[in-house]
């Protein structure tokens, strides 16, 4: 299948690429570079063999974005295109809304048009919230949302279903991210993180690597084993592999369906056990002290991935120390280039 791939350039998106033409498929990259560099898509080249197709471009600008699908003859849309920083999203909703919102609308109007029949779009298990009960599934209730990005990703969700069931031509279906850690075995492409890193795998890379001075690890009384909050960290790898999934899915399906799939190892990690595998797996020793809580963290969750298994076909393989190796190697390969 020829599949355009929004946010190609971007963290997930460019593993995703790898792993398309990987399963055999072809991919056009579009992407504004507004949280990427053009050297990924150099090192996505490299990596596959091939040149593939990139357009730097806004995924909202409806007349090009129309002139590009048919150009292209697209079959299949992966949409990872968005902002993502969830404090940033706090002081600047209409910057969040603008671009997650009303960008998908913009999408989705190009499309109208078009013959685009599969839709994958990135969720975020920030819809379910604090879960009520471990391992959270997919039919656990969506929160009301703690900021304006968790509020863009489930108005987007709401957004592609009633699109969804309204088109006699596409279906689409929303994967629901847990923690997305590590990079690329190769350590050619992995996470740019602008400025200091707001998640807790770059933080601890950049510390071990002498950027930061220390990592603060955020409350350890939490009602947990040892006092830190769990979180079920997937390989970005293991996650890329499930969009290959995911539109092998929709190619059996009938239009106007719209589904939602948890993308997690099914497994959860505390922060302290995230800093000793990191340490055990790299021999490095990491400097971190305990400080205050930060506010609006979940205490605890993980996925309940039958879901996916069973539908997709699709479960991670690897461990959270391959993805913590992964993540290092790529930090040190940074600094170098
Ligand atoms: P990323 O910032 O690395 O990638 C997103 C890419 O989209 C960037 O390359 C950026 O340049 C591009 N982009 C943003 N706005 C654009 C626009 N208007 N036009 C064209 N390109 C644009 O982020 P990521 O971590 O790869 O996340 C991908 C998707 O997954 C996002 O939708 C994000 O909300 C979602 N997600 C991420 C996580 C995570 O922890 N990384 C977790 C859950 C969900
Ligand atoms: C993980 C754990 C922190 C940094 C965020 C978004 C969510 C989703 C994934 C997109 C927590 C602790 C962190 C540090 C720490 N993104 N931590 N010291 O909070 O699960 O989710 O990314 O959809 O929407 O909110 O991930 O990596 O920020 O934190 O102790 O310097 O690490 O308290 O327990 P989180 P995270």
Redesign the pocket.
């Known amino acids: 299948m020829k599949v355009l791939v929004t946010g190609g350039a971007g963290y997930i998106g460019s593993h995703t690429v790898v792993e398309l033409i990987k399963a055999g498929h072809q991919a056009v990259i579009l992407d504004n570079l507004s949280n990427s560099e053009a050297f990924i898509i150099d090192r996505i080249n490299e990596l596959t063999g091939r040149s593939t197709p990139f357009y730097q471009k806004d995924f909202a600008n409806k007349a090009k974005i129309s002139q590009l699908l048919k150009k292209e003859q697209i079959e299949g849309i992966i949409h990872f295109a968005a902002f ?1 920083q ?1 404090g940033e999203s706090v002081t600047k909703p209409l910057k969040y809304y603008r671009n997650n919102v009303g960008g998908l609308i913009s999408l989705l109007e190009a499309i109208s048009d078009s013959n685009i029949k599969y839709f994958v779009f ?5 819809v379910y919230g604090e879960p009520d009960s471990l391992p959270v599934t997919e039919d656990s209730p969506v929160k009301p949302a703690t ?1 304006p ?2 509020a863009s ?1 489930q108005m987007d969700e709401v957004i592609l279903k009633d699109f969804s069931a309204a088109s006699s031509k596409l279906s689409a279906l929303a994967l629901r ?5 590590g990079a690329h075995p190769s350590a050619r492409i992995g996470e740019l993180p602008i400025g200091t ?8 890379t950049q510390t071990a690597a002498g950027i930061r001075e220390k ?5 350890n009384d ?1 009602p947990t084993e040892d006092g ?4 079920d ?1 997937i390989h970005v790898v293991d996650l890329a592999r499930a969009h290959v999934k995911a539109i092998d899915f929709l190619s059996g399906r009938q239009a106007g369906q719209f589904d939602f799939f948890n993308i997690g190892t099914g497994k959860g990690s ?2 302290v056990e ?1 800093i000793n595998t990191f340490e055990q797996v790299t021999g490095v020793k990491l400097n ?1 002290v305990f ?1 205050p ?2 506010e ?4 605890s ?1 993980y996925a309940a991935v039958d879901k996916a298994n069973k539908m997709l076909n699709w479960k991670a393989d690897k461990s959270l120390e391959e993805a913590l190796l992964d993540a290092w190697n790529w930090q040190q390969t940074l600094a170098k280039k």
């Open positions: 993502k969830v990135s969720s975020s298990c920030t900021s990005y968790g990703k991210y847990f923690n997305p850690i890193p707001a998640n807790l795998v770059p933080f601890i990592l603060i690890v955020y409350g939490y830190t909050c769990i979180r960290y505390s922060v995230v971190y400080g809580r930060r609006g963290d979940i205490i969750t």
